[in-house]
């Protein structure tokens, strides 16, 4: 369980745990092991790691793993996501496929957290990352 209030030491822990997500991916193609700790609105953390395929393009993020997880245990109301990636240097914002996903159960104030494999971290939400949402401007008629 983790506390649902914003601040650092949430974006810290979270990013934390992707990064020990992140050691399970299977990523024997990409070599580009991904974590994401997806933070439930009851206080519950449910992480994901990307699984690649031969087939590549059905591999699947570490962000979706974790969401489609989520929602698989019956959790639909989300608090912040954070994803780290252990072998790149920088930090590893979503995809857009993602980015959509995500956009399904959460709105634009969504913190979305993200680091590499160095210090620096980006604290950023997703109406940030995935602006003129469609949906959302559908469901506000
Ligand atoms: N990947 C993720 O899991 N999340 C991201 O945010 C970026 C990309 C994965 C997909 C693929 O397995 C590998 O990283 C290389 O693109």
Same mark, same amino acid.
């Given at each position: 369980?983790?506390? $649902? !209030?914003?601040?650092?030491?949430? @974006?810290?822990?979270?990013?934390?745990? =992707?990064?020990?997500?992140?050691?399970? /991916?299977? %990523?024997?193609?990409?070599?580009?092991?991904?974590?994401?700790?997806?933070?439930?609105?009851?206080?519950?953390?449910?992480?994901?790691?990307?699984?690649?395929?031969?087939?590549?393009?059905? $591999? !699947?993020?570490?962000?979706?793993? @974790?969401?489609?997880?989520?929602?698989? =245990?019956?959790?639909?109301?989300?608090? /912040?996501? %954070?994803?780290?990636?252990?072998?790149?240097?920088?930090?590893?914002?979503?995809?857009?496929?993602?980015?959509?996903?995500?956009?399904?159960?959460?709105?634009?104030?969504?913190?979305?957290?993200?680091?590499?494999?160095?210090?620096?971290?980006?604290?950023?939400?997703?109406?940030?990352?995935?602006?003129?949402?469609?949906?959302?401007?559908?469901?506000?008629?």
């Amino acid at each position: 369980m983790l506390s $649902t !209030n914003t601040g650092p030491s949430r @974006a810290e822990e979270l990013l934390f745990l =992707a990064s020990q997500a992140a050691r399970k /991916a299977y %990523a024997p193609y990409s070599h580009f092991r991904v974590g994401a700790a997806l933070l439930c609105a009851d206080g519950e953390v449910i992480t994901g790691a990307n699984v690649e395929n031969r087939s590549f393009g059905l $591999t !699947n993020c570490a962000e979706r793993s @974790a969401v489609f997880a989520a929602v698989s =245990a019956g959790k639909k109301e989300f608090a /912040a996501i %954070a994803i780290a990636c252990i072998d790149s240097r920088k930090p590893v914002s979503p995809c857009g496929a993602c980015r959509q996903v995500l956009s399904e159960f959460a709105g634009k104030d969504f913190p979305v957290y993200f680091r590499g494999k160095k210090e620096e971290i980006v604290a950023t939400t997703l109406g940030e990352l995935f602006p003129y949402d469609a949906l959302h401007e559908l469901r506000r008629e």
